[in-house]
Structure formats: C-alpha cells, structure tokens
C-alpha cells in the first residue's frame, strides 16, 4: 500500500501562485507516475498534470503554461507549482500515485487538499 499526504493549499488571490506537495510512504517502490487532479464545486474530478519516474510530463490545457509538476524521487514527493491562478482554478486538488506510467483506475489517493482562488 501507498499513503499520499497533501500539503500547500490555501487562499490565494487571482493572479497569485502556491505550491502544492504530496509525498507518499508506504511501499513507494512500486510507484511510477505521480499527479494531479482537482475537483471544483459541483463539477467532476478532472486531470491537471503528471509527471513519471523519469520525469515525463503531461498537462491539461487548461493549465499548460501556468502550472508546473515536479518530483523528487529521493524525498518520495511531487510538487505542483501553480502561477496566475485564476479563480476557475478554485478546487480539492488531489494527488495521485499509479505502479505505471500514468494514473489508472487503480492508483493511490490523498485526501486532497483545498485551493480558493478570490477574484
């Protein structure tokens, strides 16, 4: 089993920047790709980036220029660095970790942590 912890959330005003980490404990071993999802009020939960073990990326096009995932492997922790927030960015942010190279119906879950964007 992987346990994801969550941390950095907060308030912050539009135009603003946080940065989010999620470090995980547990058998780590196993994980390859570590991410990011959100899920804003009344909407689904939806995908903000990732980032694999050898440090490919990927982003939603929502964020793409603005947000950038990184990881230590050697801390066990991904970051999310979030610039010109936006208040459409407000949500749970959640972080994910999978055994393959992108985050799957089986990958580990924090419990996420909240992001308020004021306008």
């Known amino acids: 089993q992987v346990q994801l912890v969550e941390s950095g959330g907060g308030l912050v005003q539009a135009g603003g920047s946080l940065r989010l980490s999620c470090t995980a404990s547990?058998?780590?071993?196993?994980?390859?790709?570590m991410g990011w999802y959100r899920r804003a009020p009344g909407k689904q939960r939806e995908f903000v980036a990732t980032?694999?073990?050898?440090?490919?990326?990927n982003y939603a096009d929502s964020v793409k220029g603005r947000f950038t995932v990184s990881r230590d492997n050697a801390k066990k922790t991904v970051y999310l660095q979030m610039s010109s927030l936006k208040p459409d960015d407000t949500a749970v942010y959640y972080c994910?970790?999978?055994?393959?190279?992108?985050?799957?119906?089986?990958?580990?879950w924090g419990q996420g942590t909240q992001v308020t964007v004021s306008s």
């Open positions: 547990g058998s780590t071993f196993t994980i390859n790709a």
């Open positions: 994910a970790a999978d055994r393959l190279s992108l985050i799957t119906t089986k990958a580990y």
């Open positions: 980032i694999t073990t050898g440090g490919g990326t």
